[in-house]
């Protein structure tokens, strides 16, 4: 028992090692790559406001992912996200517009 004892003092922190460093090769190898999922069209200038997260939040503030100045506009208006095969907009907002 001794001998298995004295074998895995060695072999653990030598198996340690290389899944570590397994670990940080493959974080700068294999670096996220940013795929586009929707397209948006400014219909003000035309330009495309292109969707690259599963989620998307829309409103006034700089915190958003898309921000929009329009004044129908809420600070946290909308959230598009993929759910499945679908696209799904939620309203973040308490406002309620005619517009």
Same mark, same amino acid.
């Given at each position: ?16 090692? @290389? +899944?570590?460093?397994?670990?940080? *090769?493959?974080? $700068? ?11 948006? !069209? ?23 992912? @898309? +921000?929009?100045?329009?004044?129908? *506009?809420?600070? $946290? ?11 799904? !907009? ?10």
């Amino acid at each position: 028992m001794s001998f298995i004892v004295s074998i895995m003092r060695y072999i653990a922190p030598i198996t340690a090692l @290389i +899944v570590i460093g397994a670990s940080v *090769i493959s974080l $700068f190898r294999n670096r996220p790559r940013v795929h586009k999922l929707a397209r948006l !069209i400014d219909t003000r200038g035309g330009e495309p406001i292109e969707i690259d997260h599963w989620e998307t939040s829309i409103g006034k503030s700089k915190s958003n992912d @898309i +921000v929009l100045d329009y004044p129908a *506009i809420a600070r $946290f208006h909308a959230v598009i996200a993929k759910k499945r095969r679908d696209w799904v !907009i939620t309203n973040t907002s308490n406002r309620t517009s005619n517009r």
